[in-house]
């Protein structure tokens, strides 16, 4: 079955980092980037950045710069997110999804939640 | 960056009647491939979004033959040519062609 697995919601305090994972099933991992959005609660979509899934080499939106950093692991089909230095405007739920000419699969997303 | 308006952001529709939101961008999506840019979104409520459309027009594997896009350059539009009860939700646009991403504010359609 072709599917994106995202790893559980989190809850983290103020200044923490996450990493949050994305596993893909069902088609050529190598054949497809990935990217990350964001949707904090009751709001719209946000690209937080992209991913080759052949070189590995990221690409963020500025806003993002400096304190998120896009990982794969090709062994086991898995992309990564990582958020450092967390705020409370960073709760919402992350979602990724494979990119080709669109996002045309995306996980199941994952709440996290920034609170002291 | 690009800015993304949709219109309206919400709508109403009995089911079996047609449906159309507009989304403009600040920026031309037109790539001088003749490709436009421009994709459509839909996020049913408590789900993840789906793809509806790519590349302006290009309905996704698996969607209805009632979802239609069209536009060029700056100016586009999703139609729904009869709604059905099950496509209630966030319909987003978002321009392909420049990062960052960016996204339309969503529309929210609900069924009467």
């Known amino acids: 079955q072709v599917q994106l697995i995202q790893s559980g919601g989190e809850m983290k305090k103020p200044g923490a980092s996450v990493k949050v994972s994305c596993k893909a099933s069902?088609?050529?991992?190598?054949?497809?980037?990935i990217t990350w959005v964001r949707q904090a609660p009751g709001q719209g979509l946000e690209w937080v950045g992209w991913i080759s899934t052949v070189n590995g080499i990221a690409n963020y939106a500025q806003k993002f710069q400096g304190r998120v950093t896009m990982t794969t692991d090709p062994s086991t089909s898995t992309a990564y997110l990582e958020l450092r230095g967390l705020t409370s405007d960073d709760t919402a739920v992350f979602y990724c999804?494979?990119?080709?000419?669109?996002?045309?699969?995306w996980g199941q997303g994952t709440l996290i939640t920034v609170s002291s | 960056e690009i800015v993304m308006t949709q219109s309206p952001l919400s709508l109403s529709v009995t089911p079996g009647e047609p449906a159309s939101i507009s989304c403009r961008s600040t920026?031309?999506?037109?790539?001088?491939?003749?490709?436009?840019?421009l994709d459509w979104y839909l996020q049913k409520p408590g789900q993840s979004p789906q793809l509806l459309i790519y590349?302006?027009?290009k309905r996704a594997s698996g969607v209805p033959a009632r979802f239609s896009g069209s536009g060029s350059g700056t100016d586009f539009t999703l139609k729904i040519s009869r709604v059905e009860a099950e496509d209630l939700g966030v319909y987003y646009c978002?321009?392909?062609?420049?990062?960052?991403?960016?996204f339309g504010q969503g529309t929210k359609l609900e069924i009467k």
């Open positions: 069902g088609y050529i991992f190598r054949n497809y980037g």
């Open positions: 920026q031309s999506l037109l790539h001088k491939n003749g490709n436009n840019y």
């Open positions: 999804a494979r990119y080709d000419e669109a996002f045309d699969l």
């Open positions: 590349l302006g027009s």
């Open positions: 978002m321009q392909a062609l420049h990062t960052p991403r960016t």
